[in-house]
């Protein structure tokens, strides 16, 4: 089942109203890295003037004889730092270590999250809620929409995270929304402190 519920796919297909991002608003990033079996996503989001939160998801997919060429999402995340006020660029240090401390040099302000379940649970939270309350919106993105779809919760004592091993399929945009929608609202929510590079 996915995480959003037995109603998910209604539930998020319900948040579809397409947005152009605006040039030189406040944006928040999450990243979500794979290489060679998983995708990586760079989830933007953008408040709208109802208040809702706009989400877009730039993907990148390995092939069997091409693994993701990170200097590609490096390069994306640098243009959105030209075209963006980026607030906020939230990645798991994992997989993007030495990239996120290349980009920080480069003045784009970037948060580590390692992706531990104390850490993404209540994260993960975060954006149910907002889903589930319609605060956030979507363009037609059917990629997009299939890897927040594929997403299976994994329980624990305070809630659930997401997870990758149990899931059909990829779920990487799932993540970086995840993340995304965190720095979006991260004054909201007292949180524990995030390491900052």
């Given amino acids: 089942m996915s995480w959003l519920g037995v109603d998910g796919r209604v539930v998020w297909e319900s948040l579809e109203d397409p947005y152009k991002l605006v040039q030189g608003a406040d944006t928040f990033v999450g990243v979500d890295v794979g290489i060679k079996k998983d995708s990586t996503a760079v989830a933007l989001a953008q408040y709208r003037e109802d208040g809702r939160l706009h989400i877009t998801v730039k993907l990148w997919v390995p092939t069997k004889d091409e693994p993701v060429d990170i200097t590609d999402v490096m390069q994306f995340i640098r243009e959105c730092s030209d075209n963006y006020n980026l607030k906020a660029v939230s990645f798991d240090p994992r997989l993007f270590d030495v990239p996120a401390k290349m980009l920080h040099d480069d003045g784009i302000p970037m948060v580590e999250v390692p992706q531990s379940v ?80």
């Fill in 118 to 197: 104390e850490r993404m649970t209540p994260i993960v939270g975060n954006a149910y809620q907002l889903i589930r309350t319609g605060g956030i919106s979507h363009d037609n993105d059917t990629p997009f929409g299939e890897q927040v779809l594929n997403a299976v919760p994994r329980y624990n004592e305070r809630g659930f995270t997401i997870q990758k091993s149990k899931s059909k399929g990829r779920i990487d945009a799932a993540v970086a929304m995840a993340l995304a929608i965190d720095r979006a609202t991260w004054k909201e929510r007292p949180r524990p402190a995030v390491v900052v590079l």
